[in-house]
């Protein structure tokens, strides 16, 4: 139990630094360095923590344990999963649950704006900031399972 609190810790302790530099993402592609406080960076970092450990308790863990139960925790199988989770996630949300009826919407995408919905149709830049979501979040899944799974196996040990 100490092992799975310990590697549930760091799974979601890794995130905060995987949550800032994504968030700062776009202000690094367009030279002007990481993000600061003003920004309202800690709000979001303590959102970040929230949510990791939301998915990770709800979903992670019992996948985790199932996978183990079944002798197919492999790095490989841990960090597909971790990729699938925020991947089902995200599609329910946009897809099942969420009607786009009417609705418009654009933003500034790295320096252009950018219409994203055209009443109620995902244009082109919907669609690679959907992609890029599901990476940004498939990417914190990864992380997070990988380095679960190798504390947990207490490979992860300096």
Do not use: D
């Amino acid at each position: 139990m100490k092992t799975t609190i310990y590697a549930f810790v760091f799974a979601t302790l890794i995130q905060l630094p995987l949550g800032y530099f994504f968030v700062s993402l776009e202000s690094l592609v367009l030279g002007h360095g990481f993000i600061g406080v003003a920004n309202g960076i800690g709000f979001y970092l303590l959102s970040v923590l929230f949510v990791s450990c939301t998915v990770i308790l709800l979903f992670g863990l019992p996948v985790y344990f199932v996978l183990k139960n079944f002798r197919l925790n492999t790095t490989l199988n841990i960090a597909i999963v971790g990729f699938l989770i925020p991947l089902i996630i995200l599609s329910v949300l946009n897809f099942g649950i969420t009607s786009y009826e009417g609705y418009s919407a654009g933003e500034n995408y790295y320096g252009t704006y950018r219409e994203t919905f055209v009443g109620g149709t995902r244009t082109i830049w919907g669609w690679v900031k959907l992609f890029e979501e599901i990476l940004t979040f498939g990417i914190h899944g990864v992380v997070g399972a990988t380095i679960f799974h190798k504390v947990y196996l207490g490979k992860g040990k300096a």
